[in-house]
């Protein structure tokens, strides 16, 4: 580099150009592009004691009212949710729902229906669909919607939680399909009642055979309230 000018000048400007030379970061300054593809120095960055409003931008005020709105719409910090999962699930299913990618999901199923079970959807979402998955089962292409309508016919009876991997099965393969037309495509429907009571008559009130063989269309605990009494 060379430098022309005063000895004072001169040697003052090649001190700068040394120091710059020596800077380890970049340093906080405006800089202008020259039509020769370098740039030059025009003014340092401005510091936090230079910030100001914006003087085309009118002010908002922020009101008490503001405030709660915002407030009561914030997302529940990580305890809070771990909490709330563990006052459905239990501290072991709970934390592993939390965990995972599903815990939206489950959330969205558990509040669409009170009557829901939050036990059954958690154990699908985390070992029925996952198992399913590794068999080659088409699960990926379901959408919320479809496992909606899958626990809410469940809450209603429709059929037993046992039959669920063989519905969410067919219903991979035949995404077109409710829950309700896979039930009955699948011959799963929910035996009960005086039809139940019945088949345990037929069965001679064997709990052991009457699981063997009507496994995914009967509820084990009331199969064994009709024995007992």
Same mark, same amino acid.
């Given at each position: 580099?060379?430098?022309?000018?005063?000895?004072?000048?001169?040697?003052?400007?090649?001190?700068?150009?040394?120091?710059?030379?020596?800077?380890?970061?970049?340093?906080?300054?405006?800089? =202008?592009?020259?039509?020769?593809?370098?740039?030059?120095?025009? /003014?340092?960055?401005?510091?936090?004691?230079?910030?100001?409003?914006?003087?085309?931008?009118?002010?908002? /005020?922020?009101?008490?009212? =503001?405030?709660?709105?915002?407030?009561?719409?914030?997302?529940?910090?990580?305890?809070?949710?771990?909490? /709330?999962?563990?006052? /459905?699930?239990?501290?072991?299913?709970?934390?592993?729902?939390?965990?995972?990618?599903?815990?939206?999901?489950?959330?969205?199923?558990?509040?669409?229906?009170?009557?829901?079970?939050?036990?059954?959807?958690?154990?699908?979402?985390?070992?029925?669909?996952?198992?399913?998955?590794?068999?080659?089962?088409?699960?990926?292409?379901?959408?919320?919607?479809?496992?909606?309508?899958?626990?809410?016919?469940?809450?209603?009876?429709?059929?037993?939680?046992?039959?669920?991997?063989?519905?969410?099965?067919?219903?991979?393969?035949?995404?077109?399909?409710?829950?309700?037309?896979?039930?009955?495509?699948?011959?799963?429907?929910?035996?009960?009642?005086?039809?139940?009571?019945?088949?345990?008559?037929?069965?001679?009130?064997?709990?052991?055979?009457?699981?063997?063989?009507?496994?995914?269309?009967?509820?084990?605990?009331?199969?064994?309230?009709?024995?007992?009494?």
């Amino acid at each position: 580099m060379v430098v022309t000018d005063e000895d004072e000048k001169s040697w003052s400007a090649l001190r700068i150009v040394r120091n710059r030379a020596l800077l380890l970061d970049v340093p906080k300054e405006t800089r =202008r592009a020259l039509p020769n593809g370098t740039s030059a120095y025009m /003014r340092p960055l401005p510091g936090s004691a230079r910030l100001y409003p914006e003087t085309d931008v009118p002010p908002v /005020r922020i009101t008490a009212g =503001r405030i709660d709105g915002i407030r009561k719409r914030l997302p529940l910090m990580p305890d809070e949710r771990l909490r /709330r999962l563990e006052g /459905r699930l239990g501290k072991e299913l709970a934390k592993k729902m939390f965990n995972s990618k599903e815990e939206l999901t489950f959330e969205f199923i558990v509040n669409t229906n009170q009557k829901i079970e939050p036990q059954i959807v958690a154990v699908t979402l985390q070992d029925t669909i996952v198992n399913l998955r590794r068999e080659g089962a088409k699960v990926d292409l379901m959408t919320v919607g479809h496992l909606q309508d899958l626990f809410i016919e469940c809450s209603k009876g429709l059929f037993v939680k046992a039959a669920i991997p063989e519905i969410l099965k067919y219903m991979s393969e035949n995404l077109g399909s409710t829950c309700e037309e896979a039930v009955e495509k699948l011959g799963l429907k929910k035996v009960s009642g005086e039809e139940l009571l019945k088949l345990v008559e037929e069965e001679g009130r064997d709990f052991g055979a009457i699981m063997k063989k009507y496994r995914l269309k009967v509820d084990s605990k009331e199969v064994k309230e009709i024995i007992g009494k």
